[in-house]
């Protein structure tokens, strides 16, 4: 009987994964790279993209810093997040390195922002608020 018991245990985990998978609790959401600007020393990517996840996503643009080599993760921006604030703003932000480990963000005072981080790994990054 003990060998039962442990056959039933694994098919019972895998129907429960499958049935998750099937009801759609994975991430819905698509990144789509708008633009690339490695630091100074080519050491890291300021990844620029916008994530939807369903119809009714506004203009967004995330800003994720990785390794120069990395690819894009399927997550939200690492370092900055902000939308257009239902149409208010056209310019959301717009990245650039000051040196190898100083990321300045110049971002619209109109956008209605949702993440900015002050440091991503040794990277340190600056604000700059336009008006």
């Known amino acids: 009987m003990p060998r039962l018991i442990n056959i039933r245990v694994p098919v019972a985990c895998f129907l429960a994964i499958a049935c998750l ?16 600007q490695f630091s100074t020393g080519k050491t890291w990517n300021a990844v620029t993209f916008s994530r939807n996840c369903d119809a009714s996503s506004g203009n967004n643009l995330q800003i994720s810093i990785l390794p120069a080599d990395a690819k894009l993760p399927g997550a939200p921006g690492n370092a900055f997040s902000a939308d257009d604030n239902q149409g208010i703003t056209n310019f959301i932000a717009q990245p650039q ?19 900015k981080e002050i440091h991503v790994g040794p990277v340190e990054i600056h604000y700059v608020e336009q008006r």
Request: glycine fraction near 2%; hydrophobic fraction near 30%; proline fraction near 0%.
């Open 21 to 36: 998978q099937l009801t759609g609790c994975r991430d819905k959401c698509r990144n789509k790279v708008e633009a690339q």
């Open 97 to 115: 390195w000051i040196s190898d480990h100083v990321l300045q963000i110049t971002y619209s005072s109109r956008a209605h922002i949702f993440r």
